[in-house]
């Protein structure tokens, strides 16, 4: 019987390749190139389908953070364990951003893509002026400030993250302080999640059609042509990104007993549409989903990965110290190693102020040259027009990060199973089906070292 039920399961899982959600993803994102490239005005057009998927996307997120760290914190016995794990989660934050930060630093040392150009400071003008005085006119405490909301239902009506967690953390402390009679309550709340979920499912089927649009946008209005100006930057920032992910991330991953490209094919349906969204935030409740299947803990999920789309963004990090000297090189400013580390320590302040979305690394650029002052600010607009395609990369690298600290932390935590996590990475999943699977029960870490 036993038997029986294995070869069904296994039979179930080994879908034809036409009928993954990743395979008809990465079509989408072809065809979209291919439309925005040949029929750029019609790519131009298809503007409102890829903002459509992304703003349904964006529709769900608030309600399952809400949800999952609910539903975890307040089913958790010991409430002590919540500082725990969220002051480890930022702890781990601030050492792998600064390695990103000092490791943009010394590429763009070494290759210095920007020397001979001779660039004068461009006039602002059009989106990137807007960009530039919202960066002017932020401060480097924003980040903290910003995470308690003026009121409770502003937080869900605007989807900022981090105040739906502070909310979530708030009403999972109530619902334990209350005890038997708070369960009731966390239970349905539990059940509500798993219905955020399904609706999660139904909305991947129209992921195709959402990276298809959205990239016949991005290269009809920008163009491919875009690349060749600046090929030599956004080599220099891929490569570097690719670094990052596969060795030092690599190095994380394997101390926690798994490898980071098994890792990385795990969630590839969720890159992929990063890499036609150009947001990380359009995967956030299915990477959540992914790493309670992996079997990383919900309350460690809950609480580190939507904390992790503000703090730790390893790929918006490298973008910031490689853009930032950049245009300085480009402007011929010469920077000293102690202005280049006075770069370094206001850009471990205003990264954290980084959301998921696009466009907010170069707000965040603005807000870290305006801040320094060594560099003129009019500079952004050397890199304005590629700054589509390097967010592509930043967000594949945040998702990236953000999967290897839910994983982390939880090792930190002592909940993780290393032996279990390589038998679900090495099996074939169906990415639909685990949207709506219960989260295994979390596991001791005794077997992480077989």
Not at 27 to 34: A, F, R, Y
Not at 168 to 183: D, N, P, T
Request: glycine content about 10%; some cysteine.
């Amino acid at each position: 019987m036993a038997d029986s039920n294995t070869n069904e399961q296994t039979t179930s899982r080994s879908k034809p390749i036409y009928k993954q959600i990743y395979f008809w993803v990465l079509v989408g994102i072809v065809l979209g190139i291919l439309v925005g490239h040949f029929f750029p005005k019609t790519g131009q057009a298809l503007e409102p389908i890829g903002e459509s998927f992304i703003n349904l996307i964006l529709m769900v997120i608030a309600p399952i953070i809400f949800c999952t760290v609910v539903a975890g914190i307040a089913g958790m016995a010991d409430l002590k364990s919540v500082g725990r794990i969220g002051l480890k989660a930022l702890v781990y934050f601030e050492v792998l951003s600064t390695i990103a930060l000092i490791l943009g630093l010394v590429v763009i040392n070494v290759v210095r893509p920007g020397a001979g150009a001779n660039a004068e400071p461009p006039k602002l003008s059009g989106d990137a002026a807007g960009y530039v005085a919202q960066g002017e006119t932020s401060h480097w405490y924003d980040f903290i400030f910003d995470i308690f909301p003026d009121s409770f239902v502003g937080a869900f009506a605007d989807g900022d993250v981090l105040q739906v967690l502070f909310i979530s953390i708030l009403v999972a402390i109530a619902l334990q302080l209350l005890g038997e009679a708070g369960r009731p309550v966390t239970r349905a709340i539990g059940v509500i999640g798993k219905v955020f979920f399904q609706i999660v499912r139904i909305i991947m089927y129209a992921a195709p059609i959402g990276a298809f649009g959205a990239m016949a946008y991005a290269i009809g209005t920008y163009g491919i042509d875009t690349l060749t100006s600046l090929f030599t930057l956004i080599l220099t920032f891929y490569a570097t990104a690719i670094f990052f992910v596969v060795v030092v991330l690599g190095v994380v991953a394997a101390i926690c007993g798994i490898n980071i490209l098994k890792l990385i094919r795990y969630i590839k349906e969720e890159l992929l549409i990063v890499l036609g969204t150009s947001s990380s935030e359009t995967v956030l409740p299915q990477l959540m989903k992914k790493l309670e299947h992996l079997g990383c803990p919900r309350p460690v999920v809950g609480l580190t990965v939507p904390a992790g789309y503000s703090f730790n963004l390893d790929g918006t990090a490298i973008y910031l110290s490689l853009a930032a000297v950049y245009i300085a090189q480009a402007q011929n400013v010469d920077l000293s190693i102690g202005q280049q580390l006075g770069i370094l320590a206001v850009l471990l302040l205003t990264s954290k102020g980084a959301a998921g979305v696009t466009g907010s690394g170069f707000i965040i650029l603005a807000a870290t040259l305006s801040t320094v002052g060594t560099i003129p600010v009019a500079g952004v607009m050397l890199i304005f027009g590629i700054d589509k395609f390097m967010s592509e990369c930043r967000a594949l690298t945040n998702v990236c990060g953000n999967s290897v600290a839910s994983i982390v932390v939880s090792k930190w935590e002592g909940q993780w199973d290393a032996a279990y996590a390589r038998q679900i990475l090495d099996s074939p999943e169906d990415d639909l089906e685990i949207l709506t699977e219960d989260a295994p029960e979390a596991r001791p870490a005794t077997v992480t070292s077989s």
